[in-house]
Nanobody, 124 residues
Framework: QVQLVESGGGLVQAGESLRLSCAAS????????MGWFRQAPGKEREFVAT????????NYADSVKGRFTISRDDAKNTVHLQMNSLKPEDTAVYYC?????????????????WGQGTQVTVST
């Protein structure tokens, strides 16, 4: 079992930045690929970013490519999502997810572990 707890959400203005963190506890964090997903009001949850177990491979949704960066710190059992140039359409609850495989994945069903989510609100 892996427990995931997100933090770092908040209210910002368009163009500003936020850094989300996801702290993992339980099994060996370095064995897990990690992902970030988000769900806006009235919409389905969607893929944002993913990183493989070593941190050497990342993938992003087209909507955030060039603005968001996913990274991991295995010494601290933490994965981060640096979000720059935020837009109102980035407003959503952001979820951290983990999968007990080395490779990245953009599908929800590939992840067995989820955090409770953290709210990000971007105002105009």
């Amino acid at each position: 079992q892996v427990q995931l707890v997100e933090s770092g959400g908040g209210l910002v203005q368009a163009g500003e930045s936020l850094r989300l963190s996801c702290a993992a506890s339980g099994r060996t964090f370095s064995n897990y690929a990690m992902g970030w997903f988000r769900q806006a009001p009235g919409k389905e949850r969607e893929f944002v970013a993913t990183i493989n177990y070593s941190g050497g491979t990342t993938n992003y949704a087209d909507s955030v490519k060039g603005r968001f960066t996913i990274s991991r710190d295995d010494a601290k059992n933490t994965v981060h999502l640096q979000m720059n140039s935020l837009k109102p359409e980035d407003t959503a609850v952001y979820y951290c997810a983990g999968r007990y495989y080395s490779g990245t994945a953009s599908q929800e069903y590939a992840y067995g572990y989820w955090g409770q989510g953290t709210q990000v609100t971007v105002s105009t």
